[in-house]
């Protein structure tokens, strides 16, 4: 019997009826540290007094009544000062022991078997701590998913109600993602589009004009954009503006593209009107003094350039001032919107016809060769004014003086040449008053 106690991984002590322990295997007395087992002693004198009381009071139940007891290591980790066989004497093991009645030799006594559940305590409090962190883990994970599907419905509100086209690409180009601002962008259907080229699905025209500016963007590092102009046949000209970007992981690798498309038609048009406003009369719709200018000053380089010179001729009307004052300014206005675009009709699309003042005009000529040519223009447009305007009922008559200033001859710069032309205006203005009145005075 005692040989088959010292095969048993566990420790085994039989005590007689009178609690004194008759047979002990090797396990217990390795863990306990005894040279020899103490065959013949209490507990207390065994174990001394780290002998835990609730494993004498199991004894005892045993003994006296007959009952089984099994201590728990849950609550009572360590009743025995055991120590591991081969480790540090001062460390405990976690034990579990059974205290049941048992008969030996043909007397009654009970049996304390002690497992060593140290490993597996260890085990059970290493797997309590995975758990532990598991679930910290995986209330960590469902906050973050919470997160994200609260981030995802925010922006797929936002991309929904953005007032601009969005739409995401693979680096190809591919379709993945848009928003329903692109679809009326170009009047399209969310059907069949995904995974097709973005610019395969808008019009050839548009498609062509869009491209490359995406293309450069892409490439850009400042992430700027780009105006483009999209003039489809049989449809109003419309200026869209373009952003897009690379989308980048963790690691800085660009995996897709991210566009944005705003239509600004409306901001070039108001644009557009600024700068005719700026630029325009309001009454004649002619040029005004400052866009004379800024044409003069490019004809004027273009002309130092080429060696060339540069006819500049100035207006003013004669017989206006008594038609203004006799039938009221809107006659006078009707006449001048009337004699404006009467002398436009007979200029080429290249030369600039300005109102610089009240019944004052400039006529800058491109590709008028020499004085001569200018005079034939302008005894061209002396003829035109000479017929009669029907303006309101009223037959109303008007004529013109005008001075010639050419370029390099008469000035250098703007200035220079709009002085010299006024000079000769007011000259020949003086001329055919004097004229006029010698005619009045040799009439019969």
Avoid at 35 to 55: D, I, R
Avoid at 78 to 99: F, H, N, Y
Avoid at 432 to 441: F, G, L, V
Wanted: hydrophobic content about 40%; overall charge neutral.
């Amino acid at each position: 019997m005692s040989e088959l106690f010292d095969r048993v991984d566990m420790g085994l002590l039989w005590l007689d009826e009178s609690g004194l322990i008759g047979l002990c295997n090797r396990w217990l007395s390795e863990a306990a540290r005894w040279p020899a087992p103490p065959l013949g002693q209490t507990l207390e004198q065994a174990f001394g007094p780290e002998l835990s009381p609730k494993l004498v009071q199991a004894v005892d139940e045993a003994l006296r009544r007959g009952r089984s007891v099994r201590l728990s290591h849950a609550f009572h980790p360590t009743p025995l000062p055991l120590a591991p066989r081969r480790g540090d004497a001062q460390q405990r093991l976690q034990q579990q022991i059974d205290v049941q009645p048992a008969e030996h030799g043909g007397r009654m006594g009970c049996l304390i078997q002690v497992r060593d559940l140290t490993e597996l305590t260890r085990r059970e409090a290493l797997l309590k701590e995975q758990a532990r962190r598991l679930a910290h883990d995986l209330g960590e994970l469902r906050i973050a998913q919470d997160e994200l599907t609260r981030q995802s419905t925010r922006l797929r509100e936002l991309t929904r109600i953005a007032p601009v086209a969005l739409f995401e690409t693979d680096l190809q180009g591919m379709l993945l993602y848009t928003n329903e601002r692109f679809l009326s962008l170009w009047q399209l259907r969310i059907g069949g589009i995904l995974g097709r080229h973005w610019s395969a699905l808008l019009p050839a025209a548009a498609a062509a004009a869009m491209v490359e500016p995406w293309k450069e963007l892409l490439a850009a590092q400042d992430r700027p954009y780009r105006d483009v102009r999209v003039a489809q046949e049989g449809e109003t000209e419309r200026w869209l503006r373009m952003e897009a970007s690379l989308l980048r992981n963790l690691d800085g690798e660009a995996f897709g593209t991210l566009s944005s498309l705003v239509d600004v038609s409306e901001l070039y048009r108001r644009s557009q009107q600024f700068e005719h406003r700026a630029h325009h009369d309001a009454l004649t719709g002619l040029p005004n003094r400052d866009r004379l200018l800024q044409r003069l000053e490019g004809a004027l380089a273009a002309a130092r350039h080429l060696g060339r010179s540069l006819p500049l001729v100035f207006l003013d009307l004669d017989g206006f001032k008594p038609i203004n004052d006799h039938h009221g300014h809107a006659t006078g206005d009707a006449l001048l919107q009337a004699l404006a675009q009467r002398l436009r009709r007979q200029l080429r699309a290249d030369d600039l016809l300005a109102r610089v003042g009240g019944d004052e005009f400039a006529l800058l000529l491109s590709d008028a060769d020499g004085a001569a040519q200018v005079a034939r223009i302008m005894a061209k447009l002396e003829d035109v004014l000479r017929e009669p305007f029907e303006l309101n009922g009223l037959r109303l008559h008007v004529g013109c003086s005008w001075g010639l200033a050419q370029y390099p001859a008469d000035g250098g710069d703007a200035d220079a040449l709009l002085a010299a032309a006024d000079a000769r205006m007011y000259l020949h203005k003086q001329q055919r008053r004097r004229r006029d009145a010698s005619t009045e005075n040799h009439a019969p």
